[in-house]
Every structure is written in C-alpha cells, then in structure tokens.
C-alpha cells in the first residue's frame, strides 16, 4: 500500500479554512446572510449578527515554509501569487489546486488571508531514489524495466505508480498469467528521498481448459481445433506446449485461421458469430466457445480474366489459375493464383501490378465464379537499391550478390534471385527480404534490404562418441565475413587419441573484386589408425602428412561454376617398432602383410576440377537443388598415379507447415593409372583410398573392406577358432563408394522454433568396397624356445605341438628335430570381409538446435541392414559457438 502523511479529509479542511479566514467570518454567518428572514418568535430573542465579507485583500507578503528542494520564488510562481497583488477566495483556491496540479507536493496548507500576510506551507513529494523488482521469476527484469515510467532522480507521485502497476499487470497478462498480482510499497529514507518496491507475485500461467465451438455441422470440435494456434492444456507430452496459455491476440488469430480453414473448404459464407473466453470459478483457466455459422458450400463455377497488359494476355492468365470448374471452392487456390500472376508480371517489368480476383456468387446453384483482374501498370525500373542495417559487412560484399543494378528493368524473377544469394552467404538473419517502393516516378521502383547481422565467426567445438573412438574433439576457429569484406580465414585445430591435426585455410571469393574465387591452404595432420581387440583398441599405423593447396574458381552462369585446384602432399606411413617388428623387420604375424607393405614416404603431386551447380535458396534450403562433379589427377610428378572422381547431388523440396525434405546422393571412384606393386597389392595405396561414407548408425571407418583377426585357442593339445571377442579388425578403405540419404524434417510449434529447434527424421543408406584382397596369413601356433635354451628360433606351427615349422614366405612345411624345446602359443587366422557394393541401411532422427552454447546436431540411429564384420553407433553429436 502506498501511505501519505495527510489524507485527503487534511487538504479540504484546508481549502476550508481559507475560505472562513479570507471571509471574516465563520460558514455559518455566511449562511445566515444567504438565508431568508425568519418569522418573529413567540418570545424575544436578540437579532441575528450579519457580517459581510470584504471582496478584496492585498497580499502584503508571501512566506514559504517547508521546501527542501525548491525555492520560494519557484513556489510561488506556481502558485502564480506575489506582493501587492489582490485576492479573494477563489484565487487562493485556484493557487492550491496549481500548486497540486505540479504533481510536486504531498501536503499545501495556505494561511493568513486574514492578515494579507500568506504564508504557503508545503511537504514535498518525496524523490526516488531506485526501483526495486521483487518475486519476478517467470519476466526477468529487462522485460519488465522499460514497461515501467517511474525512475530514479524523478518525483515520487501515487499516480505514477498505480500506472506503472497496471502496465506490468498487461506485461503478465500478455504472458497469459491472469493470477498476477502486483503491491508497491514505498521505503523512506533520509533527505526526503524514497525507494519504490514492487512486490510482485507471478501466479500460475491461466491456461485454457476446454475450447468448445458451436454451430460447426459439417466439422468435429477435435478438427477444428486442430486449425487454431490455441490448444487445450493436458495430455501426456503437455509440458512441452507453450500455445495452451490464453492470450486475446491468438483468440483474435485463431478466428481468422477459422476462417481460412472454412474458406478452402468451399464455405464461402462463413463467419464467427461470437468468440468469448471465460474464467473458471477458481479464476485459474479459461474456457473459450466460439460461436460460427458454416453456410452454404459452394464450387467452383466458370474462371476467367480481364488482363489490361498486353504482354499479359487473358490466355496466359487462365493458365496461371490452377482450378478445375465444378470442383470445391478453395480461395487459398486463388491466393495462389494472384501469387503467380504477379509473379509473372513482375518477370516482365511489372513491379506493381495491379491484380485482383472479382467474385460473382451464385447463391441459387452455390457456384463461385471467379475473374481475374489486372489492371493497367506501366512497366518500371530500378532507381536505386538502398541496404541499411550492415554495420560490418561492406555495402559491395552485398550489392555484387544483388542481380539487377540501379537503372535496369525491374525482373522479379532477378529480385528474387538477387534475395536467396544474399541469404546464401549465411551472414544475415534467415527470413530476409527485398522490399519494393514506389520511386520518384510511377515507373521507377526502389529496392530495399534492411539485413540484419549475425555472428559469422564461429569458435567450434565438436565431439562424437564412438564405440572405437570413444570421444572426439576438434577446436575450430573460423571467420566468413573476415573484417566485413565476405572473405573466409579459418583455422583449426583437432584432437583424439587417434588424430591430430592443424590447418590454416584463407579464401577470397571476390579477389580483386572479381568474380574469382582465390584460396590457399595449409596443414599438418598425424593419423593414427587403429584396430579393434575385444573392448580394447591398439594403434596400428601412423600417417604424417604435411602439404598446401590453391584454388581458384569463378561462375560459368548464374548455377553453374567451375573450380581448379593444386595439392602437394608428402605422406609418412610408419608402424610402432616394439609392437610390429621383429629382428628390426616388419612382422607380417603382428602387423599384417598388408600394413607392412604401405611403410615409407610418398609424394602426391594433384591437380583437380570442379563442376558445381547450385539454386538453392539459402544458408538452410527449403528449395532447389545442389550438384557437384570434381576429379582429381595425382602424377602431376610425385610418387603415385590415379584418377580420383566423385559426384554427389542433394535436392530440397518444402511442403508447407513446416516440412522440407531432402534427397542425397553422392558416389566416387579411384581409378589407378599405375600398375598394382606385387601380388596381393592393390594399386591404389591405402592411404590414398576411400574410408567413407560416414552412415548415421555406423562408426568411424565402420563399413567397407577389411581384415578380421580370429584368434586361436588350445583345448587339450587341439586349436579352434575363439568366436568370443578377442578379434581384431583393420579398415582397408575401397576405391568405389556411393551413398544415399532421404531426410524429412519436421515442423515444430512457436516456442520450439524460436529456440532454434529442428528435428528431423532419416534413412542413411551406402556402401564401400572395390580392394584387392591382401596376402592372408593362417597361422595355428607360435612356437618360442623354452627358457633356458640358447639358439633355436622362433617359427610358426600349423599345430600345438609344434612338430612342423611353417616357412612364412612358401608355406612350405619342415619338420621339427624336438618339438619338447617349444612352448606354442595360439596364433590367429586372417579373413577377409566387407568388400562388397551390397548396401548398408540406417534409419534414425535428429536433432538440430541453435543453443546457448552454439549449433548443436544430436543423432540417434539403427543400423538396419549391415555386412559381415560392420562395427555398428546408436549416438553422436557435434556442438560449437558463433562469435
């Protein structure tokens, strides 16, 4: 409760007194002087004293008493009172309600009209010193604070503050929390100074309870509701709705998507009687009932135009409209329809067609008929293209992305383009849009964007799970709007137990101010490959490799570019001596012949080429289509020769609502332009081999050709093969690949997508093979001279008793002079697996979200189809930060 040091009973006793002073007389004599004579009494009784006021006083001084922060000469000039100046009642009335009327005093008493000597006694308003926020959880301060009037330094005032109450008792109900309540309370402090708390308690969203509808014969209450944004509050995934509060906006919203739900169902005279929501008796829900008349359904009936350009003819118009006379009315066909006209007059020059659809209802056979209208426009140009809002990016960076300039013909179809390559260079926000205004003439237009900027550097941190890998984590830096001129730097940094590596990458699609694009890249990266033993991993070989590459790359059309490229890469292959060697050569037992072979240094010298096309429609595709076609030759000099091709494809199709679908597809081959080293040698080296695609549902290097290891056990002096999970497996990678993916995702309510959320459902489908099977080795046991004993070797036996000894390069067997010399230990048996086109499947969803910690991609997935030897991931995810 705000409290004040006098009551408003105070103030009027005080204009009460100087009316009574001012007067020389009390309100009684001045009654009695106004009443009329009284009939003389029975009995004598002395005569009434009448006492006549005089009209005027002069005021002979004015005293001020009780001001702190304002002067006397300030108070009474509000009180518009001075010396030698006449007054009567009424002007000294008129002075306090002045005086009040500042909004600056609590409390003003003026006494002495008696005397001429006044003396205006004030208590001022007090002056706020700060406003405090107490109990808002649900609207945090900055939502609540510029709702409020009242701030510190200003004068404190009940007005003010019973205004400031309504205004953050609308911002709650806005929020659908009718229960708020909101108590001001005030705490005095010294030097007249006060701080103004408001105590507020949020209460409970009001929800609404039952959304009833009336009158809908033709449509259940369960259909309808599905057309309004409002839904009932309940249900098992309940606390995920954000849109079962009530809000009197969405009510209002919710009539006209009625409307528009009827109307493409042929009732061309619906309408809402009535919409009224009401509190629950416990005044914490709502119940809303619309009342609507459906009408009459009507069908189409004849479809004609009436086009006033010539270039526009009433033929091509009728075509646009995509109706069939005799079916339902549907007037979002017709919205449709008046889309694609102006969409076809502005391709021809018309920015501001005048295009209409004219109804002729006939009530009797419930037909619509319908015309089109367009009306005489000249055809216009482009005066100039404004762009505001870029406060980084340079004004060219997005006037050379635009396809028409200042003077040309205006071309929607341009426009439109002009729009999606703008929002392709992913550093404004996601539903930018060119605006057109008239110019100075009727055939000029202006073009406008007002962009707004978006982070465009980004700081990434991305991780995966892996059930090899167990956790990756890469550190990337990367800015694509470098110092506002539309150019990328990016550098990185990445790290698991099996990779490392750093680049630094820089490239100019403008270089010069040219349509070329320019780039160069440098790295350093060290792979270290591994196999799987049970739940354990060991490293097998190392790759270090160190090189550069420039690209260059400029537009052949307005989708279509073509890029070139130069790579220098010298590659290390090298095997952890300790556990791979043996009499410092590499042990084809322990490493494989496979491994073995890849050992030393290789240059790769490549050149390469790009074909790409691409419409699409931005940063996030809701339309058009993307494809790629690169080749690469490796034997421009260097240590290796082949022809590398790889083609991928990826098609956007949106259907309303919120659903776009993609098609992926993409495939490569490695032709080898050198012969093979040696038998059981592939040609292609296995460094320079495919080890993708990267299947959701599949692990890293899960799928394609590789070596399983079984290992051997020994049962009373007999080797079988162990099933159990001591095999191990090395990925060999392939030289052919393809892939395919088909992702929908789906729609999401208000509050889901405003937080950046967007799910999505997939089905993965690939497959890697093409390798030549490697020498494989099947050894039974490993025969050691016992302790103790001095110059017998170590040999391979195809048996436990090590009775033969195994030439490794023949196979060729020898028996044994004193087998009891040996102690065998089990060997293992290779197999060779995956090499196959047959196709891998996985099916799964995921999850995109625009978190407070950067983009974040969640994936969940099952391998549904898989080959012998897949190693299979149910999860992964990546997560990095914008800056």
Same mark, same amino acid.
């Given at each position: 409760?705000?409290?004040?040091?006098?009551?408003?009973?105070?103030?009027?006793?005080?204009?009460?007194?100087?009316?009574?002073?001012?007067?020389?007389?009390?309100?009684?004599?001045?009654?009695?002087?106004?009443?009329?004579?009284?009939?003389?009494?029975?009995?004598?009784?002395?005569?009434?004293?009448?006492?006549?006021?005089?009209?005027?006083?002069?005021?002979?001084? +004015?005293?001020?008493?009780?001001?702190?922060?304002?002067?006397?000469?300030?108070?009474?000039?509000?009180?518009?009172?001075?010396?030698?100046?006449?007054?009567?009642?009424?002007?000294?009335?008129?002075?306090?309600?002045?005086?009040?009327?500042?909004?600056?005093?609590?409390?003003?008493?003026?006494?002495?009209?008696?005397?001429?000597?006044?003396?205006?006694?004030?208590?001022?308003?007090?002056?706020?010193?700060? +406003? +405090?926020?107490?109990?808002?959880?649900?609207?945090?301060?900055?939502?609540?604070?510029?709702?409020?009037?009242?701030?510190?330094?200003?004068?404190?005032?009940?007005?003010?503050?019973?205004?400031?109450?309504?205004?953050?008792?609308?911002?709650?109900?806005?929020?659908? *929390?009718?229960?708020?309540?909101?108590?001001?309370? +005030?705490?005095?402090?010294?030097?007249?100074?006060?701080?103004?708390?408001?105590?507020?308690?949020? %209460?409970?969203?009001?929800?609404?309870?039952?959304?009833?509808?009336?009158?809908?014969?033709?449509?259940?209450?369960?259909?309808?509701?599905?057309?309004?944004?409002?839904?009932?509050?309940?249900?098992?995934?309940?606390?995920?709705?954000?849109?079962?509060? !009530?809000?009197?906006?969405?009510?209002?919203?919710?009539?006209?998507?009625?409307?528009?739900?009827?109307?493409?169902? %042929?009732?061309?005279?619906?309408?809402? $009687?009535?919409?009224?929501?009401?509190?629950?008796?416990?005044?914490?829900?709502?119940?809303?009932?619309?009342?609507?008349?459906?009408?009459?359904?009507?069908?189409?009936?004849?479809?004609?135009?009436?086009?006033?350009?010539?270039?526009?003819?009433?033929?091509?118009? $009728?075509?646009?409209?995509?109706?069939?006379?005799?079916?339902?009315?549907?007037?979002?066909?017709?919205?449709?329809?008046?889309?694609?006209?102006?969409?076809?007059?502005?391709?021809?020059?018309?920015?501001?067609?005048?295009?209409?659809? $004219?109804?002729?209802?006939?009530?009797?056979? *419930?037909?619509?008929?319908?015309?089109?209208?367009?009306?005489?426009?000249?055809?216009?140009?482009?005066?100039?293209?404004?762009?505001?809002?870029?406060?980084?990016?340079?004004?060219?960076?997005?006037?050379?992305? =635009?396809?028409?300039?200042?003077?040309?013909?205006?071309?929607?179809?341009?426009?439109?383009?002009?729009?999606?390559?703008?929002?392709?260079?992913?550093?404004?926000?996601?539903?930018?849009?060119?605006?057109?205004?008239?110019?100075?003439?009727?055939?000029?237009?202006?073009?406008?964007?007002?962009?707004?900027?978006?982070?465009?550097?980004?700081?990434?941190?991305?991780?995966?799970?892996?059930?090899?890998?167990?956790?990756?984590?890469?550190?990337?830096?990367?800015?694509?709007?470098?110092?506002?001129?539309?150019?990328?730097?990016?550098?990185?940094?990445?790290?698991?137990?099996?990779?490392?590596?750093?680049?630094?990458?820089?490239?100019?699609?403008?270089?010069?101010?040219?349509?070329?694009?320019?780039?160069?890249?440098?790295?350093?990266?060290?792979?270290?490959?591994?196999?799987?033993?049970?739940?354990?991993?060991?490293?097998?070989?190392?790759?270090?490799?160190?090189? =550069?590459?420039?690209?260059?790359?400029?537009?052949?059309?307005?989708?279509?570019?073509?890029?070139?490229?130069?790579?220098?890469?010298?590659?290390? $292959?090298?095997?952890?001596?300790?556990?791979?060697?043996?009499?410092?050569?590499?042990?084809?037992?322990?490493?494989?012949? !496979?491994?073995?072979?890849?050992?030393?240094?290789?240059?790769?010298?490549?050149?390469?080429?790009?074909?790409?096309?691409?419409?699409?429609?931005?940063?996030?595709?809701?339309?058009?289509?993307?494809?790629?076609?690169?080749?690469?030759?490796?034997?421009?000099?260097?240590?290796?020769?082949?022809?590398?091709?790889?083609?991928?494809?990826?098609?956007?199709?949106?259907? %309303?609502?919120?659903?776009?679908?993609?098609?992926?597809?993409?495939?490569?081959?490695?032709?080898?332009?050198?012969?093979?080293?040696?038998?059981?040698?592939?040609?292609?080296?296995?460094?320079?081999?495919?080890? %993708?695609?990267?299947?959701?549902?599949?692990?890293?290097?899960?799928?394609?050709?590789?070596?399983?290891?079984?290992?051997?056990?020994?049962?009373?002096?007999?080797?079988?093969?162990?099933?159990?999970?001591?095999?191990?497996?090395?990925a060999l990678g392939g030289r052919a690949f393809y892939m395919g993916r088909i992702e929908l995702e789906l729609p999401t309510n208000s509050a889901l997508r405003s937080a950046g959320i967007r799910p999505s459902v997939f089905l993965d489908v690939g497959s890697l093979w093409k390798v030549t099977q490697p020498r494989l080795t099947d050894i039974v046991a490993i025969c050691s001279p016992n302790a103790g004993t001095t110059g017998l070797p170590t040999f391979q036996s195809p048996n436990p008793q090590c009775t033969f000894a195994i030439n490794p390069v023949t196979?060729?067997?020898?028996?044994?002079?004193?087998?009891?010399?040996?102690?065998?230990?089990?060997?293992?048996?290779?197999?060779?697996?995956?090499?196959?086109?047959?196709?891998?499947?996985?099916?799964?969803?995921?999850?995109?979200?625009?978190?407070?910690?950067?983009?974040?991609?969640?994936?969940?997935?099952?391998?549904?189809?898989?080959?012998?030897?897949?190693?299979?991931?149910?999860?992964?995810?990546?997560?990095?930060?914008?800056?």
């Amino acid at each position: 409760m705000i409290s004040n040091s006098k009551s408003f009973s105070s103030r009027a006793g005080a204009l009460l007194l100087v009316g009574t002073v001012l007067g020389g007389t009390s309100t009684a004599a001045f009654a009695q002087a106004a009443a009329p004579a009284a009939p003389p009494a029975a009995e004598a009784a002395p005569a009434p004293l009448v006492l006549t006021a005089p009209a005027e006083r002069v005021i002979q001084s +004015i005293n001020v008493t009780g001001n702190q922060r304002l002067e006397p000469e300030t108070i009474r000039a509000y009180a518009n009172l001075s010396n030698g100046q006449t007054y009567t009642a009424s002007k000294l009335d008129q002075a306090l309600k002045d005086l009040y009327a500042t909004q600056l005093f609590a409390d003003v008493t003026i006494s002495g009209a008696d005397t001429g000597n006044l003396v205006i006694a004030v208590k001022e308003n007090p002056v706020i010193n700060r +406003i +405090i926020l107490e109990g808002n959880k649900r609207l945090k301060e900055d939502k609540i604070t510029p709702e409020i009037k009242l701030a510190p330094r200003q004068i404190f005032t009940r007005s003010a503050v019973r205004a400031d109450v309504d205004r953050i008792l609308e911002l709650y109900r806005r929020q659908g *929390r009718f229960a708020a309540r909101v108590e001001p309370k +005030i705490v005095q402090l010294d030097q007249n100074r006060v701080d103004v708390v408001f105590e507020i308690y949020e %209460g409970d969203l009001a929800k609404v309870q039952a959304i009833n509808v009336i009158g809908n014969n033709n449509f259940g209450d369960g259909r309808l509701r599905k057309e309004m944004y409002t839904k009932q509050a309940g249900g098992i995934l309940g606390f995920l709705k954000s849109n079962d509060t !009530y809000d009197p906006d969405r009510l209002a919203a919710d009539q006209q998507k009625l409307r528009a739900f009827y109307l493409t169902q %042929g009732y061309a005279d619906f309408r809402v $009687v009535s919409a009224l929501a009401e509190l629950t008796p416990d005044r914490r829900d709502f119940v809303i009932t619309y009342v609507i008349e459906e009408g009459a359904r009507y069908k189409f009936g004849t479809v004609q135009a009436d086009s006033a350009l010539r270039d526009l003819p009433n033929s091509e118009v $009728v075509g646009l409209v995509k109706v069939v006379p005799g079916t339902w009315f549907n007037a979002k066909k017709i919205e449709d329809a008046v889309t694609d006209v102006e969409e076809a007059a502005g391709n021809l020059g018309y920015a501001f067609a005048d295009i209409s659809p $004219v109804y002729d209802r006939n009530s009797e056979r *419930r037909l619509m008929n319908v015309t089109v209208k367009v009306g005489q426009t000249p055809r216009v140009y482009v005066e100039r293209i404004d762009i505001t809002g870029n406060t980084t990016t340079r004004d060219k960076v997005i006037r050379r992305e =635009f396809r028409v300039n200042e003077g040309d013909a205006f071309n929607a179809l341009k426009v439109k383009r002009s729009q999606d390559r703008i929002q392709s260079l992913g550093f404004f926000q996601e539903k930018l849009e060119i605006k057109q205004a008239e110019g100075s003439a009727p055939d000029r237009v202006i073009l406008s964007v007002d962009v707004e900027e978006k982070p465009t550097g980004q700081l990434q941190l991305s991780g995966g799970y892996s059930s090899l890998e167990r956790f990756v984590v890469q550190l990337g830096l990367s800015q694509n709007n470098f110092m506002g001129k539309g150019q990328q730097l990016d550098a990185s940094v990445n790290y698991s137990r099996y990779s490392k590596s750093i680049q630094l990458g820089f490239v100019d699609p403008y270089f010069l101010d040219k349509q070329i694009l320019l780039g160069a890249q440098i790295y350093r990266r060290d792979v270290s490959s591994f196999n799987f033993v049970g739940n354990s991993r060991e490293t097998t070989y190392a790759q270090n490799s160190t090189g =550069f590459g420039l690209r260059t790359g400029f537009p052949l059309t307005e989708f279509w570019s073509l890029g070139g490229r130069y790579n220098l890469v010298q590659d290390k $292959v090298t095997l952890n001596k300790a556990t791979f060697y043996t009499n410092g050569l590499c042990d084809p037992f322990k490493a494989g012949q !496979y491994l073995c072979d890849e050992i030393g240094k290789r240059t790769t010298s490549s050149v390469g080429y790009s074909v790409l096309f691409d419409n699409t429609d931005g940063f996030r595709p809701t339309r058009g289509q993307r494809f790629t076609m690169s080749q690469d030759f490796a034997g421009l000099g260097g240590d290796v020769r082949y022809l590398r091709t790889r083609a991928d494809g990826t098609k956007y199709k949106g259907f %309303g609502g919120g659903f776009v679908l993609s098609l992926h597809a993409e495939g490569g081959l490695i032709v080898p332009l050198q012969k093979s080293p040696g038998e059981f040698r592939d040609a292609i080296r296995l460094t320079d081999r495919f080890f %993708g695609p990267q299947l959701r549902g599949f692990d890293i290097r899960g799928i394609g050709p590789r070596v399983e290891r079984v290992p051997y056990i020994f049962t009373d002096g007999v080797a079988t093969l162990d099933n159990g999970k001591g095999r191990t497996q090395d990925a060999l990678g392939g030289r052919a690949f393809y892939m395919g993916r088909i992702e929908l995702e789906l729609p999401t309510n208000s509050a889901l997508r405003s937080a950046g959320i967007r799910p999505s459902v997939f089905l993965d489908v690939g497959s890697l093979w093409k390798v030549t099977q490697p020498r494989l080795t099947d050894i039974v046991a490993i025969c050691s001279p016992n302790a103790g004993t001095t110059g017998l070797p170590t040999f391979q036996s195809p048996n436990p008793q090590c009775t033969f000894a195994i030439n490794p390069v023949t196979g060729q067997q020898t028996p044994v002079g004193d087998p009891t010399k040996f102690t065998a230990s089990p060997g293992s048996k290779e197999v060779f697996l995956g090499n196959s086109p047959k196709p891998r499947l996985a099916i799964g969803i995921g999850f995109n979200w625009v978190s407070p910690f950067g983009p974040l991609r969640i994936d969940l997935a099952r391998a549904i189809l898989k080959q012998d030897g897949d190693k299979t991931k149910l999860f992964s995810f990546n997560v990095g930060t914008s800056f």
